[in-house]
Every structure is written in C-alpha cells, then in structure tokens.
Nanobody, 114 residues
Framework: QVQLVESGGGLVQPGGSLRLSCAVSGTIFRLGIMGWYRQPPGKQRELVATITGGGSTNYADSVKGRFFISRDNAKNTAYLQMNSLKPEDTAIYYC????????WGQGTQVTVST
C-alpha cells in the first residue's frame, strides 16, 4: 500500500520561504515520478513541479526560478523549496507519486500573507 505523508506547510510573509516534504512508503521510490500540485482557494488543482527518479525536473511558469523540487531516493522523500513567496502562492499543496498508479498526499496548507 503506497502512502504519502506531507509536512512543512504554514503561514509565511510575502518574500519568505518554506520547504515542504513528502515521505513515501510502500513502493520502490526511485522508480516513480514525484510531483507537487496546488489548489488555490476557489480554483482547480494545478501542477507546480515534477521530478523523475533520475532527477529531471519540470516547473510551472509561475514558479520557475522561485521553487525548486528535489528528492532523496535513499530517504524515500521529495521536497519542494519555495522562495520569494507571493500571496498568489496561497494554496493547499499536494504531493503526487506515479508508478504503476497515481497516489496523493493528504495536502498541506500554505498561506502567504502579512
């Protein structure tokens, strides 16, 4: 049974930083693609970033140069480093794992506000 557990959300001021973590269990982690998605209030869920088992990354235009996705295959964990945060980054952030199926974390709230 594949499980994803997220941590690291919270309240931050504009211009601040946060790092989200997603711990994955129940699978051979290095074989799958990890992704981070977000759902702003009143909007649909959208892709933020993805990273393959070999480390190739892809980012939404809105976060390029500010957010950085990484993974530690030895720790079965993926990360999203978020810098220069803006109020429009406020959303519930979900991690996603794809390998012989698609799996989601429970979501973690990120609020960017003064």
């Amino acid at each position: 049974q594949v499980q994803l557990v997220e941590s690291g959300g919270g309240l931050v001021q504009p211009g601040g930083s946060l790092r989200l973590s997603c711990a994955v269990s129940g699978t051979i982690f290095r074989l799958g693609i990890m992704g981070w998605y977000r759902q702003p209030p009143g909007k649909q869920r959208e892709l933020v970033a993805t990273i393959t088992g070999g480390g190739s990354t892809n980012y939404a235009d809105s976060v390029k140069g500010r957010f950085f996705i990484s993974r530690d295959n030895a720790k079965n964990t993926a990360y999203l480093q978020m810098n220069s945060l803006k109020p429009e980054d406020t959303a519930i952030y979900y991690c996603n794992y794809q390998n012989r199926g698609t799996y989601w974390g429970q979501g973690t709230q990120v609020t960017v506000s003064t």
